[in-house]
C-alpha cells in the first residue's frame, strides 16, 4: 500500500471535521481518509469518537465544522440515504433486519423489486438476493426468515444488504462484537474479498487480534482528536494501546492471586437446556473462568444458576444451603449476582439515572417503614461515582447518555452494592474499551479478596487466562477440562474447548 | 450487605449548580409538571379574558365535581402506563361498579358493605385483567379490550338496559353532601390523587413499577417479581375504577350501564399530557392529575365559549395533539 | 425463569381452553339477555323481527315489552335485533340476514332515509311485508309507517318548553351526535325560530350520551348563561345530565328543563318538580300496532280482506301513515312510568 495515494484512489475523507453535543466535544478537528481497495481500522478508548466519525460518514450526523469529500468533491450528506446514494454503505452493530421477513425481502426492504402492475417480482427477488448471497458467502436459500439464522449469518445479511446498493465504502462498527473467532475469521474472509473489488472499508474494533489480524491501515482516535494514522505493520499491540490511552497500562496484577476459602458453590450433574450436566466448584475468593465455543452450555450456566432456566436435573449447594433458584428472586435472596452480557437489553435501565440503575438491587436496604430513603440513595450511588471511578456528571444523570465503559461500572456497582457471596459475570467486557476493562478486571478481583466468589463466564480467552483462577472449558454441554489459570494459554483452552467429542483425554485437572 | 457509608455526596459542579436555581418548587414538581400548571394557568387567563363566566366558583366546582371520575382514574392509568402497560377496560368498569352497587342496594345490602364487595369486585376484575397479560401472555391492549366490552356486557345484563334507580338515600352523601363547603367525593379525589403522587414517587413498593416499565428483562435480573408488580397495577387500576363508579353513582344517585364510554382514552390522554410515556418507565400521578385538568378546562372552554357542537372534536383533538408534539420536542431536546 | 418455561409450552391448550370459555360465557350471557338476538332456533315458524340500531340504550325496552306481549297475544315469535353502533351499513347488512329467514313480517327502524331503500324492495319483493317504525323510508316499498320522526318530537318538545317557560327567555338544546337524535334538534330549534322569537336558543350541547358526562355540559352551559331561562333535551340522558346540573348549580326552578323519552333515572327529577315534562314516543303502542298489522297480513284477515286478492291488485291494504304522536309525562303521572326494576 503506498504512502501517499493519488487523488482517485481516495474514496471518502473528511478534513477538520468537529461536532460537538451538548456538554462535550466528540470530534475536534479530524482528517481521516478511506482508500480503495483497503481495510481501515478505527480505534480508540470508549468516548473517543469513533462511533462519532462513523455516524458523521454515514450521513446520519451533520458535522458542525469541516468538510466531508466524497470521489474528492466536497458534499454535505443529508441523511443515511442520501449517503447511500454517493456509494458509503453501513453495516451497524445494532442490527436492522426484520426478523419475520426473509433474506431476500431484507435484503431489499423497502426496495423490492416490481413487475409490472407494481406487484412485487419475487422471481427476480430471488435471484439478486443469491447473487448477493453469494458475494459475501452466505450459502443460504434467500426465502428462509432471517430469525432463523444466527446473530453471526445475520450480520451476513446486513453485509449483503448494505452491498446491495452498490457501494464503494463500506462502513462497519464493531461487527465481531457478537460473533465467534471462527464467525470473526469467515468475516474478514469476506471483507478481503470486498477490498480485491475495490471497495474501501473501514471498521471499528475493539479487539487488537482483529486489526493485526486483517487491517492495512490503523487510525487511532483519542478524546475526540485523531492521534495518527499509520500502515498496520508498523505498529505493536503495546504501542496502540499507549497510544489509544495515553499512558503506559499497569500489566494485569497477575500478583493479585492469594490462597481462596473453601468451597462456596458446589454444582454437581446440573442438567438445564444448554447443559448435560455440569459438576464443579467455586471457592470463597476464587475466580473461576468458564469457557468454551458458542453452544458448548458457556451461555446457557449463568441462566441456570440464576434462575432463568428450569433445571432438568442435578444439584447445587452454595454456603451450604441447597441452591435451585426457580427465578432472578430467589437467586438475589441466596446471594447471587449476575452481570448479564447484553448490558443494554437486560442490564441497564437506559432511560433512569445513575442513582436509580445503583440502587435497584437494595430498595428494601434504601427505605425505611415502606418509603425511600432518597438522601441514602443518593450517598451511596455517589460513593459507588467516586470509588468505581464512574464518569458521569452527576447521579442524576441518564445512564443512556454514558460510554459503554461507563454503564458496565455502573452495573458492577450494582452488585457490589449488595455484596453477593457469588458474582457471575459474563462477557463483562464485551465492547468496552481497555483503559475501563482493566478497571472492571479490578473490580472483580477486589470483590474476590473480599471474600466473595466469582464466576467469570467469557469467550474472550485473553480475559480469562489474565483474570481467573481456574478455567473450566466446556463443550456440548459438559465439563471438558479444568486447567489453573497461571498454567494454561489461550491456544490450550481454545483447543480444549474445540476438540471433538468424547476424547477422554480432556478430563484432566490440576 | 453494605454498611451505611459515611461519606456524603459530593456534587459535581454542573448538579450543584442545577440544584442552585431550582428551588423548592423544582424539586416537588419536575419540570413537566411546571409546564403543565404553566399552560392551565395561561389558559384559565386566556378563558377569562374571553368570558367573564369562566372563573366564577359555580363553574370551577362544576368542572371539578364533573372530572372527580376522571381523575381518579387517570390515577390508576397512570401507574399502569409506567409499568409499559394498558388498561382499556377503566370506563367499563367504572359503570359496572355502579351499576352493581346500585343493585346491592336495592336487594337490601348496607351501603357500606355494597361499597365493600363492589370495590372487591373491581379487585377481581383486575386480577383477572392481569393474570390474563402475565400468565396467558395476552397483550393489554388486546386483554383490556376484551374485559372493556365483558364489563360492559354484564353491566347491561344485570341492569337489563335499565338505569338503577331508587337508591337508599343515605348513599347520596358522597357526591351530594357538603363537607368543608364541598362534596366528600372532591376530599376523597384529592387524596387519592396525593397518595397516589406520593407511593409513586417515594413509596418502595412502588419502585418497581418504574424498573418494570423501564426496561422489563432487566427489572426481572435485577430480582424485581414482575409478573407480580404487573397484576398489582391492573388491580390497583380497576379498584380505582370502582372507586370512581360509586362516587358517580352516588352523585347521580343512579347507576347507569351506558356511563363512561370511551373514557379510557380520555384517561390516557390525561396520563399522556401529564408525562407518561406510552412506551412506559415513566410519568407521574400528579402529572396526570394536571392532564385531567387541562383536558377538563379545554371541555368545559368549548362549551362556555359556544363552540359548535360539530367542531368541538376537531379543536380537542388539534389541541391534544399539540400539546404531546410540544412533549416531544422538549424531550428530544434534553437528550 | 422456570416457571415461565413451562407456561409457555402450556401456554396454547391453555389459551384455547380460556377462549372456548369465553365464547361458552358470551353465548350464555347472550342467550341470557332478553330477547336475545343470535340465539333463535333455525328459521321455521312464524316470526316477526323488529331491526334497529344502538340497541342497547334503554330507549328499546317498550319496544322489546310490546314485542313480547304481542307475540304472546297472536302466539307468534318475535325478535329484537340490530347493531348497537349508529352503523347504517351494519344495519343493512343484519337486514339481509333477516330476510335469508324469512320471517312473516319485518319492523325497521331505519338508520336514514335512503341506505335500507334496496334492502326493503328486496324484503317485500320476495313476499315479506315491511313496516318503518319511527322514521321513514318514504322511496321504498315499505307497507305503512309507524310513529313520529324525530324531527316531529323535536317539534313537539319545543311545543311544550315553550308553554314552560312562558314563550320568551333563552334556553339551551341539548343533544349528542346521533342522526336521528340530530333530527329532534334541528325540529326543537326549527320550530322555536318559526313560532317564537321572543325565545333564544343560546346554545346546543353535546351530552355525549353519557350520563357520566352530561351534568359537566350542562354546567359549563348553566355556567356561560346566568339568565338561561330552560333546558330542551333531544335524548335520553338529557333529562337527567340536566337536572344534576340545574341542582348542582342551585338553580332548580330557576331553570326550567322539558325533556324527551323516558329513561328511568329522570323520572325522580319529574317527579320532584326539577323536571317539569319529558317527552316521549308511544314506543309500546306503535309496536304493539305493527305486530297486529303484519300478522293481519300474513294471515290475511282484517284489512287484508278489503279485497280477494290484494297482492294481486298491488293494493296495499294498510294505511299510507300512522301519525302515533307523542305522550307528556308530567309530576301528575309519572308514576305510570316506572318500569320494573330487578
Known sequence: MPERATADDILLSVSGLTKTFPGTVALDRVDFEVRRGEIHALLGANGAGKTTLMMVLSGIYQPDGGRVLVGGREVRLQGAHHAQQLGIGTVFQELSLVPGLSIAENVFLGRLPTSALDLVDWHALRRLAAALLSRVGLAVDPATPVRALSPALRQLVEIAKALSLRPAVLLFDEPTSALSRREADRLFGTMRDLRADGLGLVFITHRMREVFQVADRVTILRDGRRVGTFPAGELTPDRVVVLMVGRELPPEAAADRHEPGGPLLTVSDLAAPGLAGVTFEVRRGEILGVTGLPGSGREALGRALFGLAAWDGGRAELAGRPLRPRSPAEAIAQGIGYLPPDRKDAGLFLRMSVRDNIIVTRLAQTSRLGMMRWGEAAAVAGEFVDTLRIRATSTSQIVGELSGGTQQKVLVARWLAVRPQLLIAEDPTVGIDVGTRVEVHGLLRRLAAQGSAVLLISADLAEVVAVADRVLVLADGRVVAERAAAGTSEEELLALASAPPATGAARAST | MLERPHVTVKPSDAEAGRKATAGLARRILGVRELLLVGVIVVAGLLMTALTPYFLTWGNIESMIIGMAPTAIIVVGMTIVLVSGGLDLSVGSVMALSGTLAGLLMLRGTPIWLSILLVLAAGAVVGAINGLVITALRVNPLIATLGMLTIARGIAMVITQGFTVTGLPEPFAYLGQGVLAGVPPMLWIMAAIVAAGDLAMRSMRYMRPVYYVGGNERAALLSGIKVDQVKVATYVLSAVLSAVAGILLASRLMAGTPTAGVGLELTAIAAAVIGGASLLGGEGTVLGGFLGAVFMSIIGNAMIILGISIYWQGIVSGVILILVVSLDMLLRTRRL | ?342
Open chain 3, 1 to 342: 425463569m422456570h416457571s415461565r418455561l413451562v407456561r409457555d409450552r402450556a401456554r396454547t391448550p391453555v389459551l384455547a381452553a380460556a377462549g372456548l370459555a369465553l365464547l361458552a360465557a358470551g353465548y350464555l350471557l347472550g342467550a341470557a339477555s332478553a330477547p336475545g338476538p343470535a340465539v333463535q332456533a333455525a328459521p321455521s315458524g312464524e316470526l316477526y323481527v323488529y331491526l334497529a340500531n344502538v340497541t342497547q340504550v334503554p330507549f328499546w325496552i317498550d319496544q322489546k315489552r310490546a314485542l313480547e306481549a304481542a307475540g304472546k297475544y297472536l302466539g307468534v315469535r318475535t325478535e329484537f335485533t340490530g347493531p348497537t353502533t349508529a352503523d347504517a351499513q351494519a344495519e343493512a347488512a343484519a337486514l339481509d340476514q333477516i330476510i335469508a329467514r324469512r320471517p312473516a313480517g319485518i319492523m325497521v327502524f331505519p338508520p336514514d332515509s335512503k341506505t335500507l331503500i334496496p334492502g326493503i324492495n328486496r324484503a317485500v319483493d320476495s313476499g315479506i311485508p315491511v313496516i318503518t317504525m319511527i322514521g321513514d323510508v318514504p322511496d321504498s316499498k315499505r307497507f305503512t309507517h309507524i310513529g313520529i320522526d324525530n324531527y316531529k318530537a323535536g317539534e313537539e318538545g319545543a311545543r311544550v318548553l315553550a308553554a314552560t317557560i312562558g314563550g320568551r327567555g333563552k334556553v339551551v338544546v341539548g343533544t349528542f351526535q346521533a342522526a336521528g337524535v340530530l333530527d329532534r334538534m334541528r325540529g326543537y330549534k326549527d320550530y322555536l325560530a318559526k313560532h317564537y322569537p321572543g325565545i333564544q336558543v343560546v346554545g346546543v350541547v353535546d351530552d355525549h350520551a353519557d350520563p357520566a358526562y352530561a351534568p359537566q355540559a350542562y354546567a359549563a352551559a348553566i355556567s356561560a348563561h346566568p339568565d338561561l331561562a330552560g333546558i330542551g333535551g333531544t335524548d335520553g340522558d338529557s333529562g337527567a345530565g340536566a337536572a344534576r346540573a340545574v341542582i348542582e348549580a342551585k338553580k332548580k326552578g330557576a331553570i326550567k328543563i322539558v325533556a324527551m323519552d323516558r329513561n328511568e333515572d329522570m323520572l325522580n327529577y319529574i317527579q320532584d318538580g326539577t323536571i317539569t315534562a319529558a317527552i316521549a314516543q308511544k314506543s309500546y303502542m306503535e309496536t304493539w300496532l305493527a305486530v297486529n298489522l303484519l300478522y293481519w297480513l300474513h294471515h290475511n284477515i282484517g284489512p287484508a280482506q278489503m279485497l280477494p286478492d290484494w297482492k294481486a291488485a298491488k293494493i296495499d291494504p294498510l294505511p299510507l301513515d300512522v301519525d302515533t304522536g307523542i305522550m307528556v309525562i308530567t309530576r301528575d303521572n309519572v308514576r305510570q312510568f316506572r318500569h320494573a326494576t330487578k
